[in-house]
């Protein structure tokens, strides 16, 4: 016995000495995320909660005063700052459900076979890969009222869409929906082409029509996937920024997150910036939860 | 209820030919098994008939109607597939009842229960009707998929190796089960399969398919005893008919690889008819006996044991057979051994064709 033991551990040392062992292989990989994570993300999220109940100012000079609840208070009390939740609101529904049901709807297309399918799916993808930045820009040219090509094939003369009040935040919500339909359609897609072409057969030898198969066999076969991608978009165009900020300066257009970033930046209101993004943080994770709660009994089912 | 009829079908896929030019009759209440290995073109006949393909040639009659144009739902089939094919997320209630939801039937919500409860009792998956289907064992996830075939009694019931992925216990209760079940309906049954137990045990006639072509029907007797040709002969029965390439010379016949020879007697003659020459002679396995005073000399190559009987695999010259014996019987590797044969029950089919000679004898017999 004791040869034995002997005889393994005089194999398994210079195993150990070759290279590195799988710990050291693990903590090389996961160190340098955790230091990364910690640095720019834990301590700003710790560090700007204490900063939500003072009245810091970066731009001033003047040590932080703690001011306890007031800024919370201030904010939750105030009219502007309800009437941005509202137009993000807005946003979100407008631009998530048209982001749904044109993505939903693509893939449904996509989902047989045609000649180049590879190339019309790839193309149809493009919109997702591109910087918010340069989306917002051209659309804000195909938009323009003199010049743009949109109000020239839609014969609409020179109707403002930027600098109208009430068409401003839809004409976002199109841009949002151009870019981000196609994420949509991936996932969808993926969760078409899961369900099992037998389950189709069985249903039209049932004798099932097509909109009671697509009700009872595609719609809960590929839900779970669409919640996943309604989760996903959801919790995005509640922190949108990027296009809105670029295409138009309307306020009705004025989503929670330029609102933020004007009383960070522009009024250097720190600490009462630190609250609003705290309570935009809360209504975010709040909204995810019902989504998630929800999600896990439809996969239940 | 209704009775099928293929006319001339010919399916072809791209460059690959599924079925060439198939003639086939289904009666009506009838248990019709087409029996086939993997590719031969079993599983394409039930779609045509269900309509989940077309025909590249031919024609489909159910019923005596032409269904050429028809769609699955037209047709009024059900197809119960080898892998359930049930409704995912659903119960077994909601999965017996989608069939009678849907808009084109539009029935009445006690009728639909009646209905379920009624094939739930047939198959006896009462006590499952409130569970969902992803909770079922394989038997009980393929009775529930036979109830979504009878609820709506359909005009045929297709079946496409339903009994395959179940264990084999299973297997054989669930196969009288449905032998049962077509009796006690009186249904038109389509059951594929590539199981020739299957096939004999269940199927009131029987379709050997090999490669596209039809290569006899008849009833399972027939079948066994009767086989058209050398195909058929080898593929039905287990263990496969003996096939022995050998030469029939006036009264004597000579299995040249075996050093066998005998005898032609009359009765045998007179089913041979005129022929003479090379053959491919068929003797099944159980036809072969030990008899001290038996013509052939042979030795033990391998022994399989089946519980009652154990299959001999035995080696006389160059050439090797099979033979059935009962497991009493001590078998040591390489122990000699005298058998013989019963002549009224060998096959001689032609050598280049593999067509049964007795049965063309009989066929030259009646135009004479």
């Not at chain 2, 009024?76 to 017996?96: E, F, H, K, W």
Request: aromatic share 10%; with cysteine.
């Amino acid at each position: 016995m004791t040869s034995v033991a002997t005889k393994m551990d005089s194999l398994a040392r210079p195993a150990q000495r070759r290279g590195l062992s799988d710990l050291g292989i693990r903590n090389l990989f996961i160190i340098p995320t955790v230091l990364f994570l910690i640095v720019f993300n834990i301590f700003p999220l710790i560090y700007s909660l204490g900063y939500s109940f003072t009245d810091f100012s970066a731009s001033a000079n003047a040590p932080a005063n703690f001011v306890g609840l007031r800024n919370y208070r201030e904010l939750l009390g105030d009219e502007n700052i309800w009437a941005n939740f509202v137009i993000t609101a807005k946003y979100v529904i407008i631009s998530v459900s048209g982001q749904m049901i044109v993505g939903f709807g693509l893939a449904l297309l996509l989902n047989r076979t045609f000649p180049m399918k590879g190339l019309v799916t790839t193309l149809l993808l493009l919109p997702m890969m591109m910087s918010a930045a340069v989306v917002g820009l051209f659309w804000k040219l195909l938009y323009d009222p003199s010049w743009g090509i949109i109000n020239y094939a839609l014969g609409l003369g020179d109707f403002a869409w930027l600098s109208n009040p009430d068409a401003a935040l839809f004409a976002i919500a199109i841009t949002d929906i151009w870019m981000w339909a196609p994420f949509v359609m991936l996932l969808s897609l993926a969760g078409l082409s899961a369900v099992p072409k037998y389950l189709y057969e069985a249903a039209a030898i049932d004798r099932a029509g097509t909109w009671y198969t697509f009700r009872r066999i595609t719609l809960p076969l590929v839900a779970p996937i669409l919640l996943i991608a309604l989760i996903f978009r959801t919790m995005e165009a509640f922190k949108t920024f990027d296009i809105a900020y670029i295409m138009s300066t309307q306020p009705t257009t004025e989503v929670i997150a330029i609102r933020l970033y004007k009383q960070a930046f522009q009024q250097w209101d720190t600490g009462k910036s630190c609250a609003l993004a705290y309570i935009v943080l809360i209504m975010v994770l709040a909204i995810t939860n019902i989504y998630v709660k929800y999600l896990n009994k439809v996969k239940e089912r | 209820m209704a009775h099928v009829r293929l006319n001339g079908i010919t399916k072809r896929f791209g460059a690959h030919t599924a079925l060439e030019n198939l003639d086939l009759e289904i009666e009506d209440g009838q248990f019709f098994v087409l029996l086939g290995p993997t590719g031969a073109g079993k599983t394409t006949t039930l779609r045509l008939i269900a309509g989940l393909e077309k025909p590249t040639a031919g024609s489909i009659e159910i019923g005596g109607v032409d269904v050429g144009d028809w769609g699955a739902a037209e047709r009024d089939v059900a197809l119960v597939l080898q892998q359930y094919s049930l409704y995912p997320r659903y119960t077994v209630r909601q999965n017996l009842e989608f069939p009678l939801k849907s808009n084109i039937r539009r029935m009445a919500q006690p009728d639909i229960d009646q209905r379920v409860a009624r094939a739930a009792k047939t198959l006896r998956i009462e006590h499952l009707l409130e569970r969902k289907v992803d909770r079922l064992s394989g038997g009980e996830m393929q009775r529930v998929s036979i109830g979504r075939a009878i609820v709506r009694s359909p005009r045929i019931f297709l079946m496409d190796e339903p009994l395959s992925n179940l264990d084999a216990k299973l297997r054989e209760t669930l196969r009288s089960e449905l032998k049962d079940l077509q009796m006690k309906l009186g249904a038109t049954f389509l059951f594929v399969t590539h199981d020739q137990i299957e096939a004999m045990s269940m199927g009131d006639k029987v379709g050997v398919l090999n490669d596209g072509r039809l290569a006899q029907v008849g009833t399972p007797y027939e079948i066994y005893h009767h086989p058209r040709d050398t195909y058929v002969a080898g593929f039905v029965g287990s263990p496969a008919m003996n096939l022995l390439p050998a030469d029939l010379l006036g009264d004597r016949m000579r299995v040249p690889s075996g050093a066998i020879e005998f005898a032609v007697g009359p009765a045998l003659r007179a089913r041979l008819g005129r022929s003479s020459g090379p053959i491919t002679l068929g003797i099944r396995a159980e036809n072969v006996h030990l008899d001290p005073a038996g013509s052939i000399e042979a030795r033990v190559w391998g022994v399989e044991n089946h519980g009652v009987e154990k299959i001999v695999t035995l080696k006389t010259g160059d050439c090797l057979f099979k033979a059935t014996m009962p497991a009493t019987i001590a078998t040591a590797i390489d122990e000699p051994m005298r058998l013989s044969f019963d002549q009224s029950r060998l096959h001689a089919f032609d050598a280049a064709t593999g067509l049964n000679l007795s049965l063309e004898g009989r066929a030259l017999e009646a135009a004479e």
